[in-house]
Every structure is written in C-alpha cells, then in structure tokens.
C-alpha cells in the first residue's frame, strides 16, 4: 500500500484480555519495527523484524507481549492477559532497510486502553 | 551500545527567528542520522536526515549539520512559522546494525506569535 497500515485505530480491552495489533507495512519493505510511546515520550522499541525473521526482541516488556511476521509483510503483536499498564500508543514502522536505507515510515498507530 | 542525547527537551523560540536543536551520540560507527517530527496526536514524519559522508543538508528552512569528530549533529529551522510547532526526534543509526535507530529523547519545539 501507499504507507503503513495499522488497524485497529482505537482498542478497549478488560483487564487480562488478550489482543492482537496488525501492521501493514509498506511493500517491499524489508524492515518492520514495533514501538510504544507514551504520551510526551519518544518512541520506545519493542522489536523488529528482516523479513519474516525476528531480528531483535529485546525491548518486549515480558512474556504476555509477541510479534510474528509470518510471511514477511503482515505482522502482528499480541498481548497476551493485558494489565492496566499496557494501556499506550503502539506505532509500527517500516523501512527498506539493508541497503535500501534506514528511513523509517510510521503508521498512525493503535491506541490500547486496558480498563 | 549506541546512546543518543538530545538537548533542549523544549525550545520556544519567536516567530521568524530560527530554532538549533542538538544531539550527541556515543558509537563513531553510526552513519545515518534522521529527524522526525512530531505534531500532537499524530505520526512521527521523516524531514531530513544525513549520512555520515556529508556534512551540511538543506531543504528549504531546514538544515541538517553532522561533526563526525565530535560525534554531535544539529537541526537548525529558519524563520520559524507556527506549523514548526512539534516536537523533534533525532535519531542515530548504522548500516551495520541494519539502520535500526536508536532515538533521542525530543525536543519540543514551540513557536511564538
């Protein structure tokens, strides 16, 4: 598509619900990345991924949150028996990555509430 | 690890005159360095960004300069418009690392009437 697609937009879930969080990249991007930000914060990186391969998953908080990418465009992030805390602004990106260059693209995001 | 600060974390500045926000970053390895801005309640956007073989780079009232020897790069904005308004991330990055950025802390930029 013309740019990142997340859906969706706005999400209110019960406490200890799980959800899941879909990002359309935009194609041919090689590079997808998952963030939260708080509101006032920057970006804080949850994980990323080279094609369908997980590259780096270190900033996912615990293990109720995981990322999947299937078949290299699609990917989703679940939260698994949410809290109160979880409740943010998540961001995908996007990039050619690799040699293609490092600007990323942003989605407008899905913006979690945990009640 | 690469860690990027930025300064100031808010800026306010006179409508006209011209706004520098500064980053540093700590890995020499890094070699691509974006900016995105941020308008309330929406996306961070790419405005600019420079690579590690070009010193200065302009587009229209934004420039973009990089001290490698130093390892700090700054945003500068000329004649301030109160669309300016937003805050600014830098960010640093390397190809080696897969372009994968690691951000500075923002800037909020306000703009004056």
């Known amino acids: 598509g013309a740019g990142v697609s997340q859906s969706p937009r706005y999400k209110v879930t019960k406490r200890g619900q799980d959800v899941a969080l879909r990002c359309d990249p935009i194609s041919g991007h090689v590079s997808l990345y998952w963030y939260r930000q708080a509101l006032g914060q920057g970006p804080e990186f949850l994980t990323y991924f080279n094609y369908e391969a997980q590259q780096d998953k270190s900033g996912l908080p615990n293990d109720r949150f995981s990322a999947e990418r299937p078949e290299g465009s699609i990917s989703t992030l679940t939260i698994q028996r949410t809290e109160q805390r979880d409740s943010a602004m998540y961001r995908c990106?996007?990039?050619?990555?690799?040699?293609?260059?490092?600007?990323?693209?942003f989605g407008s995001g899905t913006r979690l509430t945990v009640v | 690890g690469e860690n990027v600060e930025q300064h100031p974390s808010t800026l306010s500045v006179q409508e006209g005159d011209s706004a520098v926000i500064k980053c540093t970053y700590s890995d020499s390895a890094s070699n691509y360095f974006p900016w995105y801005k941020q308008e309330l309640g929406k996306r961070p956007q790419l405005i600019i960004d420079i690579r590690s073989n070009v010193g200065e780079k302009k587009d229209q009232r934004i420039a973009v300069t990089l001290n490698k020897t130093a390892k700090h790069f700054s945003l500068h904005i000329t004649e301030t418009q109160p669309e300016d308004s937003a805050v600014y991330f830098c960010a640093a990055s390397m190809r080696d690392s897969n372009y994968q950025l690691i951000w500075g802390a923002g800037t909020k930029l306000i703009i004056k009437p």
């Open positions: 990106a996007s990039s050619l990555g690799g040699t293609g260059g490092g600007g990323y693209t």
